[in-house]
C-alpha cells in the first residue's frame, strides 16, 4: 500500500502572459513532520511556486493536494494551509496575543502564552506589533500560525529579519518545535546555509525547473549537475577520465561511488580533499598559489598543472605559498548525471 504525501505538487506550471513558464512542469512532495526547502537563483520561481500552493496564484497546468484532497481550485482560505510571508501581515491594532490567536481554535489566554513561549517571546503579549522589532514581528507570525495548527505552513525567507547570532538559535529552537508538532513545512530561502541546516530535504530550482530534490546531505554531496554543486555551496568541479572504480585527474586517481567509463565530471568539496607537503623523493602534484586565513580554518589555492583545486584545512601544520604538495580525496566520489 502507498501512503499519500501530505501535500502533493504534480506537473504545475504557470506563465504571465505570453513570457515563458516560470514555473515549468514542476512536481513535488511532502510528507507530515517533513521540512522542505526551495532554493534557487533570484527569479527561478520559488515564491509563485508558494503562491500557488497558498491558493494566490492559480497554476496554468498540473494539481495540488493536501491530504489527498484536490485544493487546486480552492479558496487560500478555505485549504488549511498556515503562511508567513516576509512581510508578516501582523494586525497592528490587534496586541500580541491577539494576533497570535486570530486563526487558532483554542483562544484561551494560555494558548498565547504558550505559542510566544516557544518563540522566545514570553511575556510580550500585551504589546502591539509597532511596538516590536522587525525580528520580534516575524517570530509573532510564526507563532501566529502554529497556533491555528495548519496540516502545513509555507514559510518565505521566514527568518530573514533576525541577526545571525538569533537567526541561528531562532531557526534550531523552531526546527525542534516543528519536529514534534508533525506539521509539513515547505520554506523559500536564499541562505543555502539555511536550507542545508533547517531542512530535512532541498529541492534546486533553476528557470521554473526543479533540477533535483533530495535529502540535504545527499544534494550538497551528490549533486545532479555543476550547476546544483555550485549553488550548494563551494566546490571544484573537476573533470576526468574513468577507468572502472577509479577516475584519472589532475588531483590523481580518485576513486569513484559506481563503476565508469570515459569522460565524467563532479563535484569535489574542498573539506574533502586533504593536502600535505610532498616528500623528497615524491612527485608534487601541485603547488600552493595562496593561502586564505579564515580564523577556524585555512583555504588553499593549489594550482595543479595549470587547473586551480581549492583545499580546505581545520588544522595540522601550515603550508606556505609555493609548497610542493600532495593531494588525496577521501572516500568515493559521484559523477555528475
Ligand atoms: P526571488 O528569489 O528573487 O524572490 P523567485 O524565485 O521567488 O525570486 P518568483 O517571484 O517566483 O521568483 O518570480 C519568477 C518570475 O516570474 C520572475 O521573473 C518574476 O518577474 C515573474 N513574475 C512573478 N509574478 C509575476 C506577475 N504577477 N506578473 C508577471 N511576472 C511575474
Known amino acids: 500500500m502507498t501512503v499519500e504525501p501530505l501535500l502533493s505538487l504534480s506537473h504545475l506550471s504557470r506563465s504571465f502572459g505570453a513570457g515563458q513558464a516560470v514555473v515549468d512542469d ?8 517533513e521540512i522542505l526547502a526551495l532554493i534557487g537563483p533570484s527569479g527561478c520561481g520559488k515564491t509563485t511556486t508558494l503562491r500557488m500552493v497558498a491558493g494566490f496564484e492559480t497554476p496554468d497546468r498540473g494539481q495540488i493536494r ?37 486563526g487558532a481554535a483554542d483562544r484561551a ?14 511575556g510580550y503579549g500585551a504589546r502591539f506589533p509597532d511596538e516590536l522589532s522587525g525580528g520580534q514581528q516575524q517570530r509573532v507570525a510564526l507563532a501566529r500560525s502554529f497556533a491555528a495548527a495548519p496540516a502545513v505552513i509555507l514559510l518565505d525567507e521566514p527568518f530573514s529579519n533576525l541577526d545571525a ?27 543555502q546555509e539555511e536550507a542545508l ?51 584519472d585527474t589532475v588531483l590523481g586517481p580518485i576513486a569513484l561511488e559506481r563503476p565508469a ?26 603547488r600552493v598559489s ?11 589555492w593549489v594550482d595543479c598543472n595549470g587547473t586551480e583545486i581549492q583545499v580546505d584545512q581545520m588544522g595540522g601544520p601550515r603550508l606556505s605559498e609555493g609548497a610542493e604538495v600532495v593531494l588525496s580525496v577521501t572516500g568515493r566520489v559521484a559523477a555528475f548525471g
Do not use: W
Not at 26 to 33: C, Q, R, V
Not at 165 to 191: M, N, P, W, Y
Not at 290 to 300: C, I, N, P
Open 197 to 247: 541546516s533547517f531542512a530535512d530535504r532541498v529541492a534546486v530550482m533553476k528557470d521554473g525547473r526543479l533540477l533535483q530534490c533530495g535529502p540535504a546531505a545527499e544534494v550538497y554531496d551528490r549533486p545532479s549537475d555543476p550547476f546544483v554543486a555550485g549553488f550548494l555551496g563551494r566546490t571544484n568541479l573537476i573533470t576526468g577520465e574513468a577507468r572502472g572504480e577509479s577516475c
Open 109 to 122: 489566554p494560555a494558548t498565547a502564552a504558550r505559542y510566544l513561549e516557544m518563540v522566545g517571546l514570553a
Open 66 to 102: 493536501l491530504a489527498g484532497r484536490d485544493v487546486t481550485g480552492i479558496a487560500p482560505e478555505k485549504r488549511g494551509i498556515g503562511m508567513v510571508f516576509q512581510d508578516y501581515a501582523l494586525f497592528p491594532h490587534m496586541t500580541v496575543a491577539q494576533n497570535v490567536l486570530f
Open 261 to 286: 567509463s570515459g569522460p565524467i565530471g563532479f563535484s569535489l568539496r574542498p573539506e574533502r580533499i586533504a593536502i600535505r607537503e610532498a616528500g623528497a623523493d615524491e612527485p608534487a602534484r601541485g
Open 26 to 33: 514542476l512536481s513535488l512532495d511532502l510528507a507530515a513532520g
Open 165 to 191: 547570532g538569533l537567526r541561528a538559535r531562532t531557526r534550531r529552537e523552531i526546527r525542534a518545535l516543528l519536529k514534534a508538532s508533525g506539521i509539513g513545512i515547505l520554506f523559500v530561502t536564499h541562505d
Open 290 to 300: 595562496s593561502v586564505e586565513f579564515k580564523g577556524h580554518d585555512l583555504t588553499y
